[in-house]
């Protein structure tokens, strides 16, 4: 019973990330949520796994869900602002501690460890992840009811160099570029 009280602390605290809001819109016009776009990453990786059976799929969704639990309690830095802020990687550290310290501690340092290699970066499963993540980050731009100021010419850059390294990837990121520069041209 114990067990399973921290389970559900765990996913109690987790909900944060439903009200965690980000700087993209949805295609209705409001701020899509952490939950939301981690739960978009995961579909859209699951949908595409059948092209890369090469990779772990199951270390590939499991890394989808927890690549941003970090933004649980300082929120999510825009892709605009990423890059000025150098405390970024101690708070969502910190936030990953913090939150997977509520579980069993076998379960605690499962989730530890995804979420690790996903920052680490260095596995197949992780790069293909992270590419993905900056694609729907994509998407979601291009897709959403924006403010008539939004930079969609940021997009262009984003991320580019994590779609270098797969043939797929690549071809995603030139569909993605194409809907951008219809986005910029508007």
């Known amino acids: 019973m114990e067990k399973l009280e921290r389970y559900l602390a765990f996913i109690r605290e987790a909900e944060r990330l439903k009200d ?5 819109h949805t295609s209705a016009g409001r701020h899509e949520s952490t ?5 978009r990453l995961a579909l859209l990786a699951l949908a595409l796994l059948g092209e890369r059976p090469d990779l772990d799929a199951r270390r590939v969704v499991e890394m989808c869900l927890v690549h ?8 999510d830095i825009s892709a605009v602002d990423q890059h000025a802020d150098d405390g970024k990687a ?8 913090r939150l997977t310290a509520l579980l069993p501690a ?3 340092a499962r989730i530890r460890a995804v979420w690790e290699e996903y920052e680490a970066c260095r596995t197949p499963e992780a790069r293909w992840v992270k590419a993905l993540d900056k694609a729907e980050t994509i998407i979601q731009h291009n897709q959403g009811a924006n403010p008539a100021d939004f930079d969609y010419a940021f997009n262009l850059n984003y991320g580019a160099a994590w779609f270098d390294e797969d043939p797929l990837l690549r071809e995603l990121r030139a569909l993605l570029d194409a809907q951008t520069e219809r986005n910029v041209r508007r």
Not at 20 to 24: F, I, K, Q, V
Not at 68 to 75: K, Q, V
């Open 20 to 24: 965690t809001l980000r700087s993209a």
């Open 68 to 75: 941003d639990l970090g933004e649980a309690y300082d929120g």
């Open 35 to 39: 939950a939301e776009h981690s739960w």
């Open 90 to 97: 101690a708070s969502e550290r910190s936030a990953v501690e």
């Open 106 to 108: 076998e379960a605690g």
